[in-house]
């Protein structure tokens, strides 16, 4: 017995530095693409980087748009920025309403919108959003609340990942980091990316035999849903929740689109909060090859179309009017 | 409870320190305890079957033995007693649906109207796996090849034994229920291998099986966006990843139970370095397919009658094994298909021989060998495209659209400028790719090493510090690239 326990804890005692040092040596190194397990994207994905970089400098403006990769690419600042309404997208990959709390919690007293816009991003409803919140931490301090996010739900993945930026940032400090580029993409000030690709790159036939299915929401969306409400709500902040246009092939194979749709409508409806579903508005016209990159996401002719018509609902709405509609 | 979970890693070493530590006369009862402990984390009320289970073949065993072997006439009732329960259990949870929908269907095809209740029945977990272990129990008291276990506690050990409960190995009571009652010390070399095995049980399941998982469900989870290179991509890599699923499951139920001193029967031998489908069988899930052989294949007359009869019995036999995987027509085919490789194979064996003989294949041993092995992959691989795919619709389209869009798959390929670009046909990144076939290579050479060598003794040989390390570098692959998010083994819906 003795003698197993001493090669166990050898065993252990190995592995803790074989550990460090793989896990060190392909940080440095840049190699974490090659670690499924320790996804540490400093400087890398969707410029998340430059983006959160940017927040630094956001203050006081009229509209933050916030959500998941359908933020970034479809709604294009620059159609606000012309109105003279000041804007900030913070979308990023994967995005729901579990990391959006997080962020908000984070910025949102020095931001200080007047409105809030937020994407329901479907398909990350029943989700637990962990991938996001490794994309973003990787991009942002190391603070309590970025922390706080990651450490809720620590497992191997999350526990890897977080050392592995604990390295990063002890080799670079995050100011100093140099964003690896995305090929076809850009990223525009305000924090909308345009991309080059102005086709579906999805084939008729692909968009065809899309596979039917179903979307939820699960109970930790739903309470970060709510927290997020309550934490507008608190700091005197209008949030306004869209669904952003999907190709109509993408939306005919969600089984239970409209039915969710409502009950999450209702769900907002008690708690004061406007749900507008640009998958039902007849003058947002939008074809499937010309206004898609793929099978939902806008590329920059549908994102014009879409913002065009998104700045005109919330002018009408009123969006200097920061009190809250009840 | 799955063994590659937190849960696990807490409730094994808990449950060894505890065997290691109570007295003998106790150890059955914690195991006991252990066994419904760990199929409770899945569902709670389902355990109740269990208990029905365990009641009914304990009384019916016990009532068998009260006759002699003369009076075997008497033993039947309870032999069916047993049988009629065990598949009743399977029939209802199991089956019920499935022949449910086939009357609806074929009702609607002849314009009857036919109305039964369709049940809203969870399967409950490794269903199968402990109905046939009972089974074989009842029969082979009935055979009088062993006596009825007079200690309901043992007895009740012996279904629900934890490592090999939900997924196997299906133990016969020649082999546990002995074990079950001998005493067992802490053995260094016995533990030690039991862990090594365990440990390279949950690479196979968390590092290659569910990396592959992630491009293999991609593909099959809608077939019809593909054609040609991808779908055969998607199916190699689902060969590699239900074997190393299943064995994964079956070295880590075959190690926890060889570290508390029991000895469970070997589940797999390397199936894809069979050189025939006949060899296939003998090296995959040995325990299912011994099982088939002992308690249908040779009651139904074996090989030892006439040429047809034979053949019929073979094609049985896996129709059987095809419906005992699931209640759904895509097995059945599966089931079918290697029923008729076998039949074929033995029709066509001689023939085949002399042609080997006549081109001098045979001269050639390796390259005789590797065309066998190959071959018999590719049909396997046919195979498994039926056993995977979600219907028998996208099977069909997977067998027609296999060998095609080759020119498209090509073109996507070139017109990239990526170099090793197979990857960008199943939309997922380079690394991912990468990995899956870094890690099949792997998995592949160090089979090969144990098809020669016995892998333990050369471990065993090397110097201490170096095994450590080889230690310390598997448990570091299994954390750095260990998917644990696709927690369930294949074979636990069985």
């Known amino acids: 017995m003795k003698r197993f326990v001493i090669k166990i804890v050898g065993v252990i005692a190995l592995s803790i530095a074989l550990y460090a040092i793989v896990l060190f040596l392909y940080t440095l190194l840049g190699f974490n693409r090659w670690l499924p397990n320790a996804r540490n994207t400093t400087g890398r994905g969707y410029y998340t980087y430059s983006r959160l970089q940017e927040l630094q400098t956001i203050k006081n403006i009229d509209i933050l748009f916030i959500g998941s990769s359908h933020m970034y690419r479809g709604v294009d600042t620059r159609v606000f920025e012309k109105s003279n309404i000041s804007t900030f997208n913070l979308g990023t990959s994967g995005q729901t309403p579990y990391n959006t709390y997080y962020l908000l919690k984070e910025h949102l007293d020095r931001i200080r919108p007047k409105t809030i816009v937020m994407d329901v991003y479907l398909e990350g409803m029943d989700s637990d959003g962990m991938g996001a919140s490794i994309e973003i931490v990787s991009n942002h301090e190391l603070t309590d609340n970025m922390l706080e996010m990651v450490n809720k739900k620590l497992n191997f993945e999350t526990a890897n990942s977080l050392l592995s930026i604990y390295i990063s940032r002890f080799h670079t400090p995050l100011s100093e980091v140099i964003e690896v580029k995305p090929t076809n993409d850009y990223y525009i000030p305000g924090g909308y990316i345009e991309t080059n690709k102005l086709k579906n790159e999805l084939t008729e036939k692909q968009l065809k035999n899309l596979k039917s299915h179903s979307i939820a929401i699960n109970d930790l969306q739903k309470t970060y849903l709510n927290k997020v409400v309550e934490l507008c709500n608190e700091s005197n902040v209008r949030l306004i929740l869209i669904v952003p246009p999907l190709t109509k092939e993408f939306k005919n194979n969600i089984s239970n689109y409209e039915a969710f749709i409502n009950n999450l409508q209702i769900l907002l409806h008690e708690k004061g909060v406007l749900l507008i579903d640009y998958n039902n508005r007849e003058e947002l016209i939008l074809n499937t090859f010309e206004d898609f990159l793929d099978a939902n996401h806008l590329n920059p002719i549908g994102a014009l179309k879409f913002s065009y018509l998104l700045k005109n609902d919330l002018s009408e709405l009123g969006i200097n009017n920061h009190i809250q509609t009840k | ?494």
């Open chain 2, 1 to 494: 409870m799955l063994f590659n979970s937190f849960e696990f890693l807490v409730f094994f070493p808990t449950v060894v320190g505890l065997y290691f530590l109570l007295p003998y006369r106790f150890r059955w009862l914690l195991l006991l305890i252990a066994s419904y402990t760990f199929y409770m984390f899945w569902r709670v009320d389902y355990a109740i079957i269990l208990v029905i289970s365990t009641l009914i073949d304990y009384t019916c065993g016990r009532m068998m033995d009260r006759y002699s072997e003369e009076e075997r006439a008497r033993r039947k009732p309870w032999l069916w007693l047993s049988l009629v329960s065990n598949l009743g259990i399977l029939f209802t949870f199991k089956y019920y649906n499935f022949f449910n929908g086939a009357a609806s269907d074929l009702a609607n095809l002849l314009g009857v109207s036919y109305a039964a209740p369709a049940f809203e029945l969870l399967l409950p977990m490794g269903i199968s796996f402990y109905t046939f272990q009972t089974m074989s129990y009842s029969i082979d008291v009935y055979y009088g090849r062993i006596k009825a276990e007079k200690h309901l506690g043992i007895f009740a050990l012996f279904v629900t034994f934890f490592p090999q409960l939900v997924a196997g190995p299906i133990e016969r009571a020649g082999n546990l229920l002995g074990q079950l009652k001998q005493k067992h010390d802490f053995d260094y070399d016995r533990v030690t291998s039991g862990l090594r095995l365990m440990a390279w049980g949950l690479f196979k399941k968390v590092v290659v099986a569910d990396r592959l998982a992630i491009m293999v469900n991609q593909v099959y989870n809608n077939p019809t966006n593909y054609e040609g290179i991808p779908l055969i991509i998607a199916t190699v890599f689902f060969a590699f990843q239900i074997y190393c699923d299943f064995s994964g499951y079956s070295d880590m139920a075959i190690g926890a139970a060889r570290v508390m001193g029991f000895n469970l029967m070997e589940n797999f031998r390397r199936p894809y370095f069979s050189k025939s489908i006949k060899e296939f069988w003998g090296r995959w899930h040995i325990s299912l397919s011994t099982w088939f052989r002992d308690y249908l294949y040779i009651p139904l007359g074996g090989n030892r009658v006439v040429k047809w009869r034979w053949y019929y019995n073979i094609f049985i036999v896996f129709l059987v094994s095809g419906f005992w995987h699931g209640a759904n027509w895509t097995f059945l085919v599966w089931g079918a298909l290697h029923g008729f490789y076998q039949v074929f194979g033995e029709v066509t064996k001689r023939k085949r021989d002399n042609l080997a003989s006549q081109i001098g294949l045979k001269k050639w041993g390796s390259l005789y060998s590797f065309i066998q092995i190959g071959s018999t992959f590719v049909l396997v691989c046919l195979a498994w495209v039926f056993f995977r795919a979600n219907t028998i619709g996208d099977a069909w389209y997977i067998t027609t659209n296999i060998f095609m869009g080759f020119t498209e798959s090509l073109s996507t390929i070139t017109s990239s400028s990526v170099a090793f670009k197979y990857y960008i046909l199943l939309g997922k990144a380079k690394e991912v790719f990468v990995l899956a076939l870094l890690f099949i290579a792997v998995l592949i050479i160090i089979d090969s090493i144990q098809e020669r060598y016995r892998i333990k003794s050369l471990i065993v040989s090397y110097p201490s510090l170096l095994r450590l390390s080889l230690y310390s570098f598997l448990i570091i692959t299994i954390i750095l690239y260990g998917n644990f998010s696709n927690t369930e083994f294949i074979y636990f819906q069985f």
